[in-house]
Structures are given as structure tokens and as C-alpha cells.
């Protein structure tokens, strides 16, 4: 079986305009979090336009903060908003899979530290405030994500 | 032009010893109000609860610390703290805090002079143990730390007089304080073992008790910004002395993150009873630095 889905995921297309990466088993899975339920949460996220505009706006933030825009240099940006949208539509209960790689596997080697994530969520937080989702709403969100420090942070 | 080969030749094995940043070490990385704000005893929590949070803003990677200034106004005494504190790799606090407890005109009314005042130092540690309150949200178990408050109060014969065993003590406690943000609550519950008087500022142990005692402190709070937090707090003591009654207190507060460096609180809070005056209730104010 996973023989079967290793190789289904070997024979993935590349989307337009992104990078191929090494082959991986796609799985929902990979999101690092249970989706919320009912679709209130998608609504205060202004659905695919709001979270859209929100990815858009992080990864812009992220690339163009001192603390931690060494890290994106030379990555697939294009590749990043697309798996990011989708991972966030996935948490969200906006009905959307996650194609993209487990949180482990996608920061592994790059030695990020707790620093760099909160800054991270900095950014987010404003992306979040800008297209105005409420502060509870964005707490939620952050609640799925913070988990995930234990695979994204090596040190 | 061979300085510049002579600093590539010491810098590339350097870099190339050391992948993706590895030792780095860093200031700050806490999220706004993670590191708490700082109670009249020194350490990071609310203003009478002691959290499980560590002070400062660091990380593991890093060291940080805070200072504080606090006055609560109470209708007949006044209480002014001061003092500073570490934190280490988010793992470890040290504190130190000075306490100024003004009887003012009371003062004279209990036999002690107009403007008499009671002091103590507050040596304090905190190691957090488990958990992580902010980025565990997968979890039920909250952020728990032990710690120890070593006091020792400035009026020793006075308050032997008032029935204390001694000017000097020292608390230990257990904290858990858990943040959980799909609800935008903060909460902690501490366990103090303790011989305190007024904090110590009325010595330790007395006539009506003696030795260590549980007791309870906790705090409940909602964050309605990321940089305001408002809440209530509950603190239980001993009451240990014959000659006055010492009642539990409460506060209602509010606490700001101006920036990343400053906090601002204001509560209302109600101590109760304080060497027989009764009813002590007024303003806490206090201002935070951290990095
Ligand atoms: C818990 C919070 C985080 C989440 C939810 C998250 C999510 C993601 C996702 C979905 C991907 C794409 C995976 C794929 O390509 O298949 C990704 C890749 C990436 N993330 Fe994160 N991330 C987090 C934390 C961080 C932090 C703190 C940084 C650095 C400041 C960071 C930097 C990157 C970079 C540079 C990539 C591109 C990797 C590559 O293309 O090889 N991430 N992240």
C-alpha cells in the first residue's frame, strides 16, 4: 500500500511554476493538525479570497523581516503559498486536501529555533489582522498551528 | 589584500563547523506577554499569583531578564516593590525584589509612628519542570515549575513582639499555568507552602499557627488583544497571628503590553485586613521592562 502511494506521489505532476521536490506520500496527515469542524471558522477567514490574501501577505512578511528572511532565500515561494493555502482551507474546515510534504519533512535540516517560529507568528498575526479576522478566530488558528513547534523547531 | 585571504581562511572552516546556525544563541523570541508580568514578590506571573512562566523574553536559545516597579495605594498603608529578575534558556528565573510596606498616619494610630515601615528582601528561583503553556495546545498538561522564595523582613524584635516565630522565611510553591488560545484564556493555580504573615512583611509563623501551611493562589484571565490581557486573581494566607486577622485577597486587572519591551498593569485590588485595620482595598500599579 504504501509502496502504491509512494509511487503515485513519484509520479506527481509539478504545478506550474514550481521547483520539483523529492518524492513523499501525500496525506492529509501531512497538515500536523485535525480540522476544525463546521465551516464558522472558514467564515471569519473571509473563505479562499481571506485566506488567500492572508498566505500572500505572510509569505511577503516573512521574506522581508530581518529576523528571518535568510531563511526563504532561494526557496520555492511559489510552491510554499500554494501548500500553505491548502493547509490552512485544510485546518480551517474550508474542505480543501493538503498535497504538501508533513511539517517534519518540510523544515527538516533547516535548524529553526523557537526565535524564528514566533516571529513567524508574528507576521501572521498581522496578515490575519489586516483582512480583519476576528482576534478569537485568529487565536484558533494559532492554537492548530503552535503544536507543530515540535517538528519544525530543531533547536 | 592577503589580511583579506587570512580572514576568508579563518571564517569559512568556522561557518562550515557550524551548519545552519547551529549554537546561535539569541535575545528575545517570546511572544508578547508570554513572560507574564511581575507579582509584589519578584517573579513572573500575575500581580499576587506566581505563574509557571519564566521571566524575560527569551527562548531555550537564549537569556533574558526584567525589572519592575509596582505601588498598590491601599486606603490606609501603602506598598511600593522593586527589584529584578533572569531568565535562562526559558528554563530557569532568578528573582530579587524589595517590598516597602508604609503604615503612613495608621501608623501612629497602632503605637508605631506616623510613616513607619516594614521592608523585606525577596530572594527567589524558579526551574520550570514540564510543558510548554503557549505552544502545547495539543495538550492538556500546563507549563508546571517549582520554586523558592527566601525573605527576610527589617523588623525582627517588632515582630516577634506581634507574636511572629521569626522576621525571616522562606515559601515554596508549585505553579501550572496553561494558555488556552482557542479561547483566549490564560490560566494558572499555584500551591504555596508557606509561614507568611502579609507576604513575611509580618514575619513568619505565629501564635495561632505556627508552622507551613498550603495555601492556594490563581489567576484567570482573557486575552482580548495581543497585547491586553484582563483579569481576576485569588490568593488565600494563613492568617497565623492572635493580634490581627489576615483575610484571602483578590484583584481585578488589567495588563498591556505596550511593546515588546513594556508592560503596564493596573488593578483594583483587596488585601482585606492588614494589622487590624480592616477593609484594605486601592489601585495597583505597576511597570515592567523586559528583554
Ligand atoms: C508551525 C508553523 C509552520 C507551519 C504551519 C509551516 C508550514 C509550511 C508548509 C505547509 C510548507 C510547505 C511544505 C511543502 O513544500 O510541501 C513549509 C515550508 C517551508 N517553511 Fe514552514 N511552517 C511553519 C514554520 C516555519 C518557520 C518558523 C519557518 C522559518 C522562519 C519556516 C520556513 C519554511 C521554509 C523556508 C519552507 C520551504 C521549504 C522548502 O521549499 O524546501 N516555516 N512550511
Redesign the pocket.
Known amino acids: 500500500m504504501t509502496f502504491l502511494l509512494a509511487l503515485a506521489a513519484a509520479t506527481l505532476p509539478v504545478p506550474a511554476g514550481e521547483q520539483p521536490?523529492d518524492p513523499?506520500v501525500v496525506d492529509n496527515a501531512?497538515?500536523?493538525a485535525v480540522p476544525v469542524r463546521g465551516d464558522a471558522l472558514w467564515q471569519a477567514f473571509h473563505g479562499q479570497a481571506g485566506v488567500g490574501r492572508i498566505v500572500d501577505s505572510l509569505v511577503l512578511l516573512?521574506t522581508s523581516d530581518p529576523r528571518?528572511s535568510d531563511?526563504?532565500k532561494g526557496?520555492?515561494l511559489v510552491?510554499?503559498r500554494r501548500?500553505?493555502k491548502?493547509?490552512f482551507c485544510y485546518i480551517l474546515g474550508g474542505g480543501c486536501d493538503?498535497t504538501?510534504?508533513s511539517?517534519k519533512?518540510?523544515?527538516k535540516d533547516?535548524g529553526?529555533q523557537t526565535a524564528?517560529?514566533a516571529?513567524?507568528?508574528e507576521n501572521l498575526q498581522k496578515a490575519m489582522r489586516d483582512e480583519g479576522v476576528p482576534f478569537g478566530a485568529q487565536n484558533r488558528l494559532l492554537a492548530k498551528?503552535?503544536p507543530?513547534?515540535r517538528d519544525?523547531?530543531e533547536r | 589584500m592577503w589580511s583579506h585571504r587570512l580572514v576568508a581562511g579563518l571564517l569559512i572552516p568556522l561557518s562550515m563547523a557550524a551548519p545552519a546556525r547551529a549554537g546561535e544563541w539569541r535575545g528575545g523570541g517570546k511572544l508578547l506577554l508570554a513572560t507574564g508580568v511581575t507579582t509584589i514578590e519578584g517573579a513572573a506571573g500575575g500581580g499576587l499569583a506566581t505563574w509557571a512562566l519564566i521571566a524575560g523574553n527569551e527562548t531555550r536559545n537564549g537569556i533574558g531578564g526584567s525589572a519592575h516597579v509596582t505601588q498598590v495605594q491601599l486606603d490606609d498603608f501603602g506598598l511600593t516593590t522593586f527589584g529584578a529578575a533572569i531568565g535562562a534558556f526559558d528554563r530557569i528565573e532568578v528573582s530579587y525584589a524589595r517590598q516597602r510596606f508604609d503604615t503612613r498616619a495608621a501608623g501612629a494610630t497602632l503605637g508605631l509612628g506616623r510613616g513607619f515601615a516594614f521592608s523585606q528582601d525577596i530572594y527567589g528561583a524558579k526551574l520550570r519542570l514540564v510543558g510548554d503553556a503557549v505552544y502545547d495546545q495539543d495538550r492538556i498538561l500546563p507549563q508546571i515549575a517549582v520554586g523558592v522564595q527566601h525573605k527576610r523582613g527589617n523588623r525582627d524584635g517588632l515582630v516577634r513582639a506581634l507574636g511572629a516565630k521569626s522576621a525571616s522565611g522562606t515559601d515554596f510553591y508549585l505553579a501550572a499555568t496553561k494558555v488556552l488560545l482557542d479561547r483566549s484564556l490564560v490560566v494558572d493555580a499555584t500551591v504555596r507552602m508557606t509561614k507568611a504573615n502579609q507576604t513575611g512583611l509580618l514575619g513568619f509563623g505565629g501564635d495561632r499557627h505556627g508552622g507551613y501551611r498550603a495555601q492556594f493562589e490563581g489567576s484567570a484571565g482573557m486575552l482580548v488583544s495581543r497585547r491586553l490581557l484582563l483579569g481576576a486573581e485569588y490568593r488565600t494566607r494563613p492568617d497565623n497571628l492572635g493580634f490581627a486577622k489576615e483575610d484571602d485577597a483578590f484583584d481585578l486587572f488589567a495588563a498591556w503590553a505596550v511593546t515588546r519591551n513594556v508592560a503596564v498593569t493596573a488593578a483594583y485590588a483587596d488585601l482585606g485586613s492588614i494589622a487590624t485595620v480592616s477593609g484594605q482595598r486601592g489601585l495597583y500599579l505597576s511597570l515592567q521592562t523586559s528583554f
Open positions: 521536490v513523499y501531512n497538515a500536523g516573512n528571518i531563511i526563504f526557496q520555492d510552491r510554499l501548500t500553505l491548502e493547509q493538503y504538501g510534504r511539517m519533512d518540510a523544515h533547516m529553526l524564528d517560529l516571529a513567524l507568528i498551528l503552535a507543530m513547534k519544525a523547531i
